[in-house]
């Protein structure tokens, strides 16, 4: 069960380019336990998108003591039907040695922390329906699930179809 001294020695800290190999490990192990049956993100792929001219993702590590103990990775959303700023959480992730001490619960708190702080409404992030653990621990933070969402998602071979009856892609 958590307790005070845990949260007292859980911090947030930047990713470093330094950082990237272990970030990767990290997102493998976790595609492996969501069941994603490919994992392309690279190096390459970090570099530009977290650490470039114009970053869409921001990561942090989640450090228990002076030890790494996962990661959160969110990027900013803006809501049509509230007109705020929002973050879409990515990813959370706790290697297995960690789990249950709680850390995901203090990682999730320094992220409410960020969201306040930059004028956010909320966080959302989607769910393996089969995860029932994932689903305890969010409910037991006071999250709830929105029954009537479905997720959508066009790629691949129909999303390039698509753009192509586009007169005006840009």
């Known amino acids: 069960m958590p307790d005070s001294q845990t949260e007292a020695n859980v911090q947030l800290s930047n990713l ?15 595609g492996k336990s969501d069941g994603v049956s490919q994992i392309t993100t690279s190096k390459a792929d970090i570099l530009e998108h977290f650490f470039g001219k ?4 921001f990561a942090r590590l989640i450090c228990y003591g002076r030890q790494i103990a996962g ?4 990027s900013w959303k803006w809501a049509s039907f509230t007109g705020k700023k929002e973050i879409y959480m ?4 706790i290697m297995p040695p960690f789990r249950r001490q709680g850390l995901a619960r203090s990682a999730m708190a320094a992220l409410a922390s960020i969201a306040l702080a930059n004028g956010c409404s909320r966080i959302e992030w989607y769910l393996v329906k ?3 653990m994932s689903h305890d621990f969010y409910a037991s933070i006071g999250a709830h699930l929105l029954e009537h969402m479905a997720i959508g998602r066009l790629s691949g071979r129909n999303l390039a179809e698509l753009a192509q009856i586009s007169p005006a892609a840009s």
């Open 16 to 30: 470093t380019e330094a950082d990237i190999p272990l970030l990767l490990d990290m997102l493998y192990a976790l």
């Open 54 to 57: 114009a970053p869409i993702a």
């Open 71 to 74: 990661f959160i990775i969110f």
């Open 90 to 93: 990515q990813a959370l992730y």
């Open 130 to 132: 089969d995860k029932a």
